[in-house]
């Protein structure tokens, strides 16, 4: 399990809290203790405790035979296993899961207008308390972010009854400094060490970005939600990789905009008319140059694209999850390979 501190998307809540005041916090400590408390949706919480020396990571969850190391020179991660005295290695790229990396959190959590409403020691830690309203239950989120790093430390739903319900995680101790215990890898790791490893897979990120011809973040999954909750104008258009040149004619275009992704209607096309089922309407009759101004959407809406190939006719549909980002106009790609097949394309928002 990843160490990484993460509200549930429902929430909401940390990007409207940490968005304006990250500036303030000082950079994360790369040697310290800490152990967290995981409280999953149901069963029984984990008790998870990180060690890090620099560029060395050992996490251990309470009571398992089972430890993951981490280099961060290779890029390796290690899982441990005392019990049989297994050792396996694999390759990671980017976040390892680094408790102190909120800067993330608030970027892909939509603002909900929290505020501040004073300082608490938690746990032994100092931090400032957020609260923002939660009408899903009727109540409120609380959260504590660590004063100096902006590390959440602990969050909590309070519903109208007043009960107070753990979200996630909880921060139980932090000591600053380097770890009393040894981060050296077990010997029979060593042997997974100079194995040749498994080829890295890019990340989403990374996958995008080669296929936009943009810097990683430029452009982010449509497909991930779950959608913003503020709205926006939506502009589609299809474009080609690498450039993102916009593709005028040759294909037909339809809008179903408001749907419900757990009960999904079922769409059809060819039919009479052309595109049918659920909410599905064509709107290639709005494209301009390429590009259409969608009609007004919910936070979840589906696209659907008929692209004649060599005497057949395909449709590339997706479930799209809004995303605004704060902006009056969005702006929703479909990107292709090639012109003459629609295939393998993404669906993508400009960032």
Not at 80 to 102: H, I, K, L, R, V
Request: with cysteine.
């Amino acid at each position: 399990m990843s160490a990484k501190c993460l509200l549930p998307m429902s929430v909401l809540l940390i990007a409207g809290i940490a968005s304006p005041a990250l500036a303030q916090y000082g950079s994360a400590p790369t040697a310290y203790t800490m152990t967290q408390v995981f409280y999953p949706p149901s069963g029984v919480p984990l008790t998870m405790t990180t060690w890090r020396d620099g560029p060395l990571i050992l996490q251990h969850p309470s009571g398992s035979d089972s430890s993951s190391y981490f280099d961060l020179r290779s890029h390796t991660n290690y899982g441990w296993n005392s019990a049989d005295s297994q050792c396996s290695a694999n390759a990671f790229a980017g976040d390892w899961g680094d408790p102190f990396a909120t800067a993330d959190v608030a970027g892909e959590l939509s603002r909900m207008h929290a505020h501040e409403t004073g300082t608490e020691i938690v746990n032994g830690i100092r931090t400032k308390v957020f609260e923002a309203d939660a009408p899903d239950i009727g109540g409120k989120y609380r959260v504590w972010l660590d004063a100096m790093y902006g590390e959440e430390i602990k969050a909590v739903s309070i519903d109208a009854s007043k009960r107070v319900t753990p979200l996630i995680v909880e921060v139980k101790s932090l000591t600053l400094g380097k770890p009393t215990v040894n981060l050296a890898l077990p010997s029979v790791c060593a042997k997974a060490s100079i194995t040749p490893l498994p080829q890295l897979q890019p990340t989403e990120a990374q996958r995008i970005a080669t296929l936009t011809g943009s810097a990683p973040g430029t452009y982010v999954s449509a497909i991930n939600g779950p959608g913003s909750k503020e709205t926006c104008t939506v502009q589609f258009s299809i474009a080609m990789a690498k450039t993102m040149a916009v593709l005028v004619g040759g294909y037909r275009v339809a809008l179903d905009p408001f749907v419900d992704p757990d009960h999904p209607a079922t769409h059809a096309q060819p039919g009479n008319p052309f595109f049918t089922g659920g909410g599905l309407r064509e709107i290639t009759g709005l494209l301009q140059n390429g590009g259409a101004k969608l009609p007004a959407t919910g936070p979840t809406f589906n696209m659907q694209i008929s692209h004649d190939q060599t005497n057949a006719q395909y449709t590339f549909a997706a479930t799209i999850y809004r995303q605004c980002f704060g902006k009056s106009t969005a702006k929703l790609f479909y990107v292709v390979n090639s012109a003459a097949s629609f295939e393998g394309g993404e669906w993508v928002w400009a960032k």
